[in-house]
Each structure stands twice: as structure tokens, then as C-alpha cells.
């Protein structure tokens, strides 16, 4: 493989779709949230990327069948109160280097430009390092517009400490200079762990915000694993203290990312 290729599997004709951006990051916890939109609302795949700049490897399952390092378009038609199209984006990877990741997304937004999506989402993680007590929301937009509109669904906006990197913020920074609007969404995580939990709170508010209507039974189900996830690393957490006689918060793990 010479050059970033997407392979289309159906030709489909969309109306003025809204894209939703959630590759593999922090805590997996966009990846989770678009996962469980496509499992339950069975969105159809209609194209495939594949790209050298994905990592030099493949995945391997249970089985033994291994699986390319590819990220996946699929599409729901008439969703939603509002009967809108989606183009949703998921994968197992993202690009390895800045200049992929450039030529990847530009690649994707020319290839949902032609859909004609103007609205963009992209879902994340924002990283902690430590124990949540319960899942915020952070965000950020490419106006002050839709910044305003993420305060009115209790989601904090992004300080100007931090950046948002990969996909999710170069997607909504390209697609900016195209003339398309957008948010990103990002859970707030531990950032070792998949995180149900994160992906949970992320996903209400882009319920909220798209009108699209989504069952969360599952997903509960995930997240309440994960709090006892976190119990768990709270508990070894302590231990380690005890064992090093650290003081708690001696010891700074926050990252961003």
C-alpha cells in the first residue's frame, strides 16, 4: 500500500448528513459511545479506509483471524426526532504521524464533503490520571455559537491550557476552514482503562444535542462494570500508598490527551 485509499462497499445517496467522528483514544471512550449508536440503531458500512500510515501491524481475535488496521464509514438515513442522515466514522486505529494524520483527516473530510455534511461531532477522552466520581463532559466548537449552545447542555468548555489532539481535534480545525461547524465531546476519564462510564455521560449529551434516539440499557451494563473497574484501581491505588507510605496526591498522574 502506496497512499491513503477508502474503499467504497456501497454507493449511497445521503441528504446533508451530520457527521460523528469517534476513532480509538483516551479511555476508548468516544469509540464506545459511536459503537453502541451503530450496534443499536444498526447503522450500515459503506466504505473503508486503510492507509500506511496506520501502525505496521494487524489485530488478531479469539479465533485466531486477523484484522487489518482500518478505520470504517458507516450511515443511518431519517434518525432521530429530526429524520436526519449520519455519517459515522469508527476504526481501530488512527495515523502514526503528524503529516498522516494531515493527509488522513483531509482525506475524510473531502470524502464527507461530497456527501454534503456540514455539521461535524467528534467524541473523546479527556484524561485524568486518577479516579473519576462521576463522568463530566468537556468540549470545545469552531464558533462561539456552538460554544454557547454545549453550555446549555451543562458541558464545560475546554480551557485554553489544552489542545485536543488527533482526529477529533484536527478533524473539527481542517473542517473549520471548509466552512463546516462543529463540537467535540469529550468524557472525562482515568485514561487506563475503557471507560462505559465516560462513554455513558458523553453519549446523553450527544442524545441531547442530535435528538437521536438511542436505547443506554447496554451501556449501563458496561459502565457499571467499569465503576467496579474503578473501585478496584482506587483500592490497589491505596495499597501502593500504604506499601510506599506515600501521602495521596503526592504523586502527580495527570495528563492530557
Known sequence: MRETTINILEDVELSSPVFIE????????????????????????????????????????????????????????????????????????????????????????????????????????????????????YGAATDMELAESLKEHDVILRSADGGIIGASGLLLGMGRMRGMRGVCLMGETPGYFIDAEAARALLEVLLEMTKLQVDLEKLEERAEETRKMISRAQQMEQEMIDRMNLKPGEEDLRYIG
Do not use: W
Not at 58 to 86: S, T
Open 22 to 137: 469517534a476513532l480509538p483514544g483516551i479511555g476508548h471512550v468516544g469509540k464506545l459511545a459511536a459503537d453502541h449508536i451503530i450496534d443499536e440503531l444498526q447503522a450500515v458500512r459503506f466504505a473503508e479506509l486503510y492507509s500506511p500510515s496506520f501502525p505496521p501491524q494487524v489485530l488478531v481475535d479469539e479465533n485466531g483471524i486477523v484484522e487489518p488496521m482500518k478505520n470504517e464509514f458507516y450511515y443511518l438515513r431519517d434518525a432521530g426526532e429530526d429524520k436526519r442522515d449520519y455519517i459515522i466514522l469508527v476504526g481501530n486505529t488512527q495515523g502514526l504521524s503528524p503529516e498522516g494524520q494531515y493527509e488522513i483527516c483531509g482525506m475524510i473530510l473531502d470524502f464527507v464533503e461530497g456527501y454534503g455534511v456540514e455539521r461535524i461531532y467528534t467524541l473523546g477522552g479527556l484524561a485524568t490520571g486518577q479516579p473519576v466520581d462521576k463522568a463530566r463532559v
